[in-house]
C-alpha cells in the first residue's frame, strides 16, 4: 500500500501555475462537496495541482498511488495480526474521511474494480463510507473531498462507476499547458533560462503534432522539466532530450528514429 500523507497546511505551498479556470472549479467543487475527476495524460499537473489545492484550502492531503494489487481492503482498512491480538487498522480512505481530508486516489486506473463498491456511496449525495468488517458506517464531514486522477486513454475503473455516480462528480481536463506557460514552469521547475526553455516546448509541440498512431503519448511537462534538469547538470540539449524525452517515449526504433530527428532540429549538439 502507497499512501503519502501531506499537511496540507505546512510547508511551503507546492508551486503551480494555472493554466485555465482550475483553481476555481476545485474551490467551488470542495465548497459544494463535489467529488471532483481530475482528467488528463501522464505528467501533464494532476498531482501537483491537488498538492497545491489541498495547500491553498488548508486540508490534509491522504494520496494513494493506486495500483494494479490494490483493494477495497487496501483502502478502507483491515485487521491485523500483531502480537497474537488482531487489531484494526484504518486504511487512507478511512482516515481522510475520519480527518475530513482530500482523499486523492492517484491514477485511479491501476486500481480493481471492487474499490469501486466502496467509492459509489462515498461520491454520491450520501457522502457515507461502509466499513462492512466493523459493521459501521462514517459520514463524511464537510472538509472531506474525494478527488481521483484519470487518464481517459487507458482502461479505467472509473468506466465501470455507474453513470449516476460519475456525474455527481465534477470533472476538471488537464492538459499541457499552453506554451507560454510551460515555458514558465519548465524554467521555475528546473533553472535554466528562457532561451533553453522555450526551445524544449517548441521541441515538445511539434512531438505532440505527430500522428497519434505512431506514439501512445506524447512528451509530458514531466520530461520536458527532466531534460531541462540535465541540461542544468551540463548535458547538451540533444543528450539531455534524447534521455529524458525520446528513449522514455518509445522502443520502437524506427520511431525512436524519427523522433531523435526532429530533437535535432530543435536543439543543439
Ligand atoms: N501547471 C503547473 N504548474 C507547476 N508545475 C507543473 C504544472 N504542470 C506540470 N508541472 C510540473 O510537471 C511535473 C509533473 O506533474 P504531475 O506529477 O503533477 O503530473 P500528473 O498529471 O500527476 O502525472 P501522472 O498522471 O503521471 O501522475 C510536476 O512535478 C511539476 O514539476
Ligand atoms: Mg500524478
Known amino acids: 500500500m502507497n499512501a503519502i500523507h501531506h499537511g496540507g497546511a505546512l510547508g511551503e505551498r507546492p508551486y503551480y501555475l494555472p493554466t485555465a479556470n482550475e483553481v476555481e472549479v476545485f474551490r467551488a467543487a470542495y465548497k459544494q462537496r463535489l467529488p471532483l475527476m481530475l482528467k488528463g495524460p501522464t505528467g501533464c499537473g494532476k498531482t501537483r495541482f491537488v498538492e497545491h489545492m489541498a ?4 486540508l490534509p492531503l ?3 498511488a493506486c495500483h494494479e494489487d490494490i483493494t477495497a481492503a487496501d483502502l478502507v482498512g483491515r485487521y491485523l495480526l500483531t502480537g497474537g491480538e ?4 484504518d486504511g487512507p480512505l478511512t482516515r ?3 480527518q475530513g481530508a482530500i482523499c486523492y486516489l492517484d491514477e485511479i486506473v491501476e486500481a480493481r474494480a471492487d474499490t469501486t463498491v466502496v467509492i459509489h456511496p462515498l461520491a454520491d449525495h450520501r457522502r457515507e463510507l461502509n466499513i462492512e468488517r466493523l459493521g459501521e458506517s462514517l459520514r463524511a464531514p464537510d472538509s472531506f473531498m474525494l478527488v481521483v486522477s484519470y487518464n481517459p486513454g487507458y ?8 453513470q449516476s455516480t460519475r456525474q455527481r462528480m465534477v470533472g476538471i481536463e488537464m492538459g499541457y499547458p499552453p506554451a507560454a506557460k510551460e515555458i514558465e514552469i519548465v524554467m521555475q521547475e528546473s533553472g535554466i533560462d528562457q532561451a533553453g526553455a522555450t526551445d524544449l516546448v517548441r521541441l515538445a509541440n511539434a512531438i505532440r503534432k505527430l500522428d497519434a ?6 512528451s509530458s511537462t514531466r520530461t520536458l522539466i527532466s531534460t531541462a534538469r540535465l541540461m542544468k547538470e551540463g548535458l547538451s540539449p540533444r543528450a539531455a532530450a534524447t534521455a529524458a524525452m525520446l528513449l522514455p517515449l518509445t522502443d520502437d526504433s524506427e520511431i525512436a528514429h524519427g523522433l531523435g530527428e526532429i530533437i535535432a532540429t ?4
Not at 55 to 58: E, K, M, R
Not at 213 to 218: C, D, K, Q, T, Y
Open 55 to 58: 495547500h491553498s484550502l488548508g
Open 213 to 218: 498512431s505512431s506514439l501512445p503519448e506524447v
Open 266 to 269: 530543435y536543439l543543439q549538439d
Open 86 to 89: 488482531t487489531v484494526w487498522v
Open 62 to 64: 491522504i494520496s494513494v
Open 96 to 98: 481522510a474521511v475520519r
Open 155 to 162: 482502461q479505467s475503473v472509473l468506466k465501470d462507476l455507474k
